[in-house]
């Protein structure tokens, strides 16, 4: 007999930063609404995603050490690959297909038993991700109808949230790293959305590092879940150069000060010897000017007649 898989419920998370009225650790709200009925047809996902079998999918997602990382790949790989996709096309079909993949996000997070507060908190960070990194790639072309059309019907109004994502992330960052053994999952998921280029009120040189040290806090939060990283940074890497071997000489110090104090040594001598050599040089010849002056200071006196 085969089970009927519900479908997924949309919680609001509209009061994800108000204070609970009672203590409590849970950051979303309980309250769960009807999923609104799509009535748009199914559309392929063209250049957001491959096409890839369900089962399969649902298989890698179950196998995962993070499940939720894992769900939201497609959703992460599309905000890397926004430049691309606004050249294609930035019109309603591109946001009508990333809510096909949010939806997709969205049954796999139920089939995978993952947690509606988790699935609701990364939805909330991928989709304000989604819509910062294609207005802000609007705004650098000059696109200035374009990114108003996005503004007027992003999508996170789509499932049914406010447009305050840029401020709320760092917020609920904060907020999950009180109690991150609960929420490393999805405190995994914001670090890549972090890491991948999004800065929401914290742009990049503008604010201090605000935007670095809360990536990094919430890194140190996951360190712990993240699988330890190889010391080889290639273990099965095969390479076809031949190593030479290369012999090294050295000399020990103490030989080295020994041939050094020989060459002073020699040296000293040499000059020594070639000092003495000159000065025996300058004395005869002092004493051969000596002798000429003697001699020619006693010749005229003898040569001289006689009165």
């Known amino acids: 007999m085969t089970q009927s898989v519900s479908a997924p419920k949309t919680v609001s998370a509209r009061r994800v930063l108000a204070p609970p009225r009672r203590p409590n650790s849970t950051f979303l709200s309980s309250k769960n609404t009807r999923q609104r009925s799509n009535s748009r047809r199914s559309r392929p996902l063209g250049s957001i995603s491959p096409p890839e079998d369900e089962q399969a999918r649902l298989a890698a997602v179950r196998d995962h050490r993070n499940a939720l990382l894992e769900s939201s790949r497609v959703l992460l790989r599309a905000f890397v690959d926004m430049p691309a996709l606004i050249d294609i096309g930035h019109d309603e079909r591109l946001r009508d297909l990333l809510m096909d993949e949010v939806r997709v996000f969205e049954h796999l997070c139920v089939r995978a038993n993952i947690r509606d507060d988790l699935m609701i908190g990364a939805r909330y960070c991928l989709c304000t991700a989604l819509d910062e990194a294609a207005m802000r790639e609007l705004v650098a072309r000059g696109d200035t109808s374009g990114s108003v059309a996005w503004a007027s019907d992003t999508l996170t109004q789509r499932i049914g949230e406010d447009n305050q994502g840029g401020s709320k992330i760092y917020a609920l960052s904060l907020r999950l790293l009180k109690d991150d053994a609960d929420h490393w999952p999805l405190l995994e998921v914001i670090y890549r959305i972090f890491s991948l280029g999004f800065e929401g009120r914290y742009p990049h040189g503008k604010t201090f590092g605000v935007h670095e040290r809360v990536r990094q806090r919430v890194y140190n939060a996951i360190a712990v879940h993240l699988p330890p990283v190889p010391d080889a940074l290639s273990p099965h890497a095969q390479s076809t150069a031949t190593a030479r071997r290369t012999f090294h ?59």
């Open 249 to 307: 000489f050295e000399i020990p110090v103490w030989m080295s000060v020994a041939l050094l104090s020989v060459a002073l040594c020699a040296l000293h001598v040499f000059c020594r010897a070639e000092l003495d050599a000159q000065a025996d040089d300058v004395h005869r010849q002092l004493s051969n000017i000596a002798r000429v002056a003697s001699g020619s200071a006693i010749a005229p006196a003898a040569a001289s007649p006689a009165r």
